[in-house]
């Protein structure tokens, strides 16, 4: 079973481990690693342990454009993710897909008939 973690509007998938491929950087230098910030109040979802982050679109072709951030891996026995507005949420160490999740809307919602 997959295991996914959840913050606001942002979703953790974990998933196998890989070596970092794209574009990637880390905060070993004690700085917050932002995985997304809100466009309207600037609050944002970070990380202040050790980790590295990496962005390679071949790794999410299934994520649907826009949504995909990148992935995070964290080597320390586990990271702490922030909010401004959520709690903290606490990831052991793997590799994770990090995307936003789609808000629905009223006309977003349909029923399948039989």
């Known amino acids: 079973m997959t295991e996914i973690f959840a913050q606001g509007d942002l979703l953790l998938e974990r998933v196998a481990d890989v ?3 794209g574009t990637v950087s880390d905060n070993a230098d004690g700085s917050p690693m932002v995985l997304a910030e809100g466009e309207r ?3 944002h979802h970070a990380i202040l342990d050790h980790v590295t982050m990496f962005q390679d679109d071949k ?3 299934d994520i649907p454009p826009g949504l995909y951030i990148g992935h995070v891996q964290v080597t320390s026995p586990s990271a702490r993710v922030t909010h401004e507005e959520h709690a903290p949420l606490t990831l052991p160490r793997g ?3 990090v995307r936003r999740q789609r808000e629905l ?3 977003d919602a349909r029923v399948l008939a039989d």
Do not use: D, F, K
Request: net charge positive; aromatic share 6%; proline share 13%.
């Open 59 to 61: 790794l999410a072709r």
């Open 19 to 21: 070596a970092p491929s």
């Open 105 to 107: 809307g009223p006309r």
């Open 41 to 43: 109040t600037g609050h």
């Open 95 to 97: 590799t994770y897909r």
